[in-house]
């Protein structure tokens, strides 16, 4: 089920295999609060030491005030003092195409790093192997702003 990616920092028979951190995105979608979209979103990130954060979107009739799954997952693990990460998966309702993390969560993400695997889910399971490289190429980073302190 898999599409073939980058050297991945997890496998099929790892301790945290990708399906378990699949299904872990799948049942946090379950928790969505989405009334106004209805477009359930759920995200598992594993952290360097192993642990697992889950997230879902969050939804506020001040759209712009919402929440990602992906930036709820990452909040939490940062606010447990995590900041390095090894990957992440993203589940919705989607049937047909795979989720994808929209430019604002590409670019918190970005705040960690690179090299982290991205695993973009379909509703059955299936799923993308990617690198947030691959998602967002010629990003803009931490080091871009010491590089201009430079200057």
Not at 12 to 36: F, G
Not at 94 to 119: A, H, N, S, T
Request: proline share 5%; with cysteine.
């Amino acid at each position: 089920m898999s599409s073939p990616g980058p050297v991945g920092a997890l496998s099929e028979d790892s301790n945290h295999s990708i399906r378990s951190l699949v299904q872990k995105s799948q049942d946090a979608r379950e928790q969505a609060y989405c009334p106004y979209s209805k477009f359930r979103v759920g995200a598992a990130v594993l952290t360097s030491d192993g642990t697992v954060f889950t997230g879902c979107n969050v939804e506020n009739a001040s759209y712009p005030a919402g929440l990602c799954a992906e930036m709820t997952a990452i909040s939490k693990a940062v606010s447990e003092g995590h900041t390095s990460f090894q990957a992440i998966a993203i589940a919705s309702d989607l049937k047909d195409q795979y989720i994808f993390p929209c430019g604002v969560c590409r670019q918190f993400m970005r705040e960690f790093g690179l090299e982290w695997d991205i695993y973009p889910t379909k509703s059955d399971g299936s799923y993308q192997t990617m690198t947030l490289d691959e998602l967002l190429p010629h990003s803009f980073g931490p080091a871009d702003l010491s590089a201009r302190r430079n200057h």
